[in-house]
């Protein structure tokens, strides 16, 4: 076996000096990198090794033993040459390949030596060579900057690089200050509305609800007196006054939308009083109690609304 070892390089060179050609794969594809490299025999004894050259299989004979050398090819043969193998030697096409050609090259091998073909050519390795190969110069952006690369003008490609970083980094600032300009700008609206109608409708509300047990206590002596009934009535006028300027203040200012749900209580809260004053004016027509302590209830509910965009507020802050 060792006697081999030695002989065979001359043998190689003298006999076949050829280059390895995958089959199928065009004269015109073949690179420094497809030259034949020595591979390691194995078991010592009689061999059969079988290999593929550009001339065809090559028999070495030396002595009485014969020695059928198969430099394999399309993936099947490893050495150190496989390593440095171009993206266009692993797809079997020629550098000035179009994409149209590249691409039918993908597929063919894909389909030639994915592992669920069930093809005695099926290979894990050699299909993440494949796919890899594919995504570079498959892609005619990545392709052009590939073919820079192994031009000697990486240097133009790093140069690129580097720009296109410090314009991503621009965008990035850029981007950042557009959405610090816009939640400044949102912060500065709910501050707005929440001082020039948050605060003001809450202030009436107040007042519209506030006196209400207290005005009732008052009336609840005599109902039926003209005196507490006319009093009665008239705090009903005020509240029905302050609920059109609460009413018209919440309307005055569109909501900022972090303030959504404010708004929201704060506008069930003026419903629910407006159907709770109406409730209660009918009482004083026909001094049925029940429109009474259906008023009352509605109070109770705007009152619980009212108490709820309050939380809301604190929040906020």
């Given at each position: 076996?060792?006697?081999w070892?030695?002989?065979?390089?001359?043998?190689?060179?003298?006999?076949f000096p050829?280059?390895?050609?995958?089959?199928?794969?065009?004269?015109?594809?073949?690179?420094?990198?497809?030259t034949?490299?020595?591979?390691?025999?194995?078991?010592?004894?009689?061999?059969?090794?079988?290999?593929?050259?550009?001339?065809?299989?090559?028999?070495?004979?030396?002595?009485?033993?014969?020695?059928?050398?198969?430099?394999?090819?399309?993936?099947?043969?490893?050495?150190?040459?496989?390593?440095?193998?171009?993206?266009?030697?692993?797809?079997?096409?020629?550098?000035?390949?179009?994409?149209?050609?590249?691409?039918?090259?993908?597929?063919r091998?894909?389909?030639?030596?994915h592992?669920?073909?069930?093809t005695?050519?099926?290979?894990?390795?050699?299909?993440?060579?494949?796919?890899?190969?594919?995504?570079?110069?498959?892609?005619?952006?990545?392709?052009?900057?590939?073919?820079?690369?192994?031009?000697?003008?990486?240097?133009?490609?790093?140069?690129?690089?580097?720009?296109?970083?410090?314009?991503?980094?621009a965008?990035?600032?850029?981007?950042?200050?557009?959405?610090?300009?816009?939640?400044?700008?949102?912060?500065?609206?709910?501050?707005?509305?929440?001082?020039?109608?948050?605060?003001?409708?809450?202030?009436?509300?107040?007042?519209?609800?506030?006196?209400?047990k207290?005005?009732?206590?008052?009336?609840?002596?005599?109902?039926?007196?003209?005196?507490?009934?006319?009093?009665?009535?008239?705090?009903?006028?005020?509240?029905?006054?302050w609920?059109?300027?609460?009413?018209?203040?919440?309307?005055?200012?569109?909501?900022?939308?972090?303030?959504?749900?404010?708004?929201?209580?704060?506008?069930?809260?003026?419903?629910?009083?407006?159907?709770?004053?109406?409730?209660?004016?009918?009482?004083?027509?026909?001094?049925?109690?029940?429109?009474?302590?259906?008023?009352?209830?509605?109070?109770?509910?705007?009152?619980?609304?009212?108490?709820?965009?309050?939380?809301?507020?604190?929040?906020l802050?």
């Amino acid at each position: 076996m060792n006697r081999w070892k030695r002989i065979l390089p001359y043998l190689l060179r003298e006999k076949f000096p050829h280059r390895l050609r995958p089959r199928g794969a065009a004269e015109s594809s073949l690179s420094p990198f497809n030259t034949v490299h020595l591979i390691n025999f194995g078991q010592k004894g009689n061999g059969t090794f079988r290999g593929s050259l550009t001339g065809g299989k090559g028999e070495i004979e030396a002595g009485k033993r014969q020695k059928r050398v198969l430099f394999f090819s399309q993936g099947l043969f490893y050495n150190s040459a496989m390593a440095q193998q171009t993206h266009y030697q692993v797809l079997e096409v020629h550098e000035a390949a179009t994409q149209a050609e590249i691409k039918r090259a993908y597929r063919r091998l894909a389909k030639r030596f994915h592992p669920d073909s069930q093809t005695e050519s099926a290979s894990h390795d050699h299909i993440a060579r494949i796919n890899n190969a594919y995504e570079v110069i498959g892609d005619p952006a990545r392709r052009v900057l590939y073919d820079r690369e192994r031009q000697g003008l990486s240097g133009a490609s790093r140069e690129e690089t580097a720009q296109q970083r410090t314009q991503r980094t621009a965008d990035m600032q850029a981007a950042y200050k557009r959405h610090r300009q816009a939640s400044q700008s949102s912060e500065a609206q709910e501050d707005a509305w929440l001082k020039l109608v948050y605060g003001p409708v809450d202030r009436l509300i107040g007042k519209i609800m506030s006196p209400l047990k207290t005005e009732v206590r008052k009336l609840a002596a005599d109902p039926f007196d003209d005196e507490l009934m006319e009093a009665f009535q008239s705090y009903l006028e005020q509240c029905g006054t302050w609920l059109d300027q609460a009413k018209t203040k919440f309307q005055s200012m569109a909501n900022p939308a972090s303030t959504a749900g404010v708004a929201a209580d704060i506008y069930h809260c003026l419903g629910q009083l407006e159907d709770g004053l109406e409730e209660i004016e009918r009482f004083t027509y026909s001094y049925e109690t029940s429109y009474l302590h259906t008023g009352q209830e509605l109070f109770r509910m705007a009152h619980h609304q009212r108490q709820e965009a309050k939380e809301r507020v604190k929040r906020l802050g």
